[in-house]
């Protein structure tokens, strides 16, 4: 939130009034890595995806946009950059799938909760974010995952990294490991 208030000009008690609104309406979202308590490591991210759409593209190219020539620029302005805006939507879609669509009885373990989580590595000396952690009433056992909106193959290369990131993550002793 400091930081927030320090980017925009504004005390932290007002930004927090217009933050809690934003997340009343369901704009914006507050998280914390799953299985930590809410704190330091909280971010805020816009949840609306037509809102992160629009802030992302329409205001630095409105004259694109206003001239009515706006796809003949589309793939310069937008189609480039549209796997690295759908990455976050792509992850949520994930996320949610596994919680929601797929039954119970073909997941490794009965997901209670299901989130994201980031934290900083020792070893590789950086921040490191898990895609999908899926928390089971059983706290040994974790789903871990990579979700990437690409159209290409993921090689193997994937599967070692989430592995490494999982020990980074170290709560529980089983994971169950999903790549998409």
């Known amino acids: 939130m400091n930081d927030i208030a320090t980017k925009v000009g504004l005390s932290t008690s007002v930004c927090t009034k217009y933050i809690n609104s934003l997340i009343s309406l369901g704009l914006i979202g507050k998280e914390t890595p799953i299985t930590e308590k809410q704190g330091k490591k909280t971010i805020y991210t816009i949840k609306d995806s037509l809102f992160r759409f629009w802030y992302r593209f329409v205001p630095h190219n409105i004259t694109a946009v206003n001239s009515g020539r706006f796809p003949l620029f589309y793939n310069e302005l937008v189609g480039r950059y549209l796997n690295e805006y759908m990455g976050l939507v792509f992850e949520q879609m994930c996320r949610d ?84």
């Open 97 to 180: 799938w596994l919680m929601n669509d797929v039954p119970p009885e073909d997941l490794p373990i009965m997901l209670v909760d299901i989130g994201q989580w980031w934290g900083t590595s020792s070893k590789l000396k950086k921040e490191i974010q898990i895609d999908i952690v899926g928390v089971s009433g059983n706290s040994n056992e974790y789903i871990i995952g990579s979700c990437k909106f690409r159209n290409e193959k993921i090689d193997t290369d994937e599967l070692e990294l989430i592995k490494s990131y999982a020990e980074v993550f170290g709560k529980g002793s089983k994971y169950y490991y999903y790549i998409s």
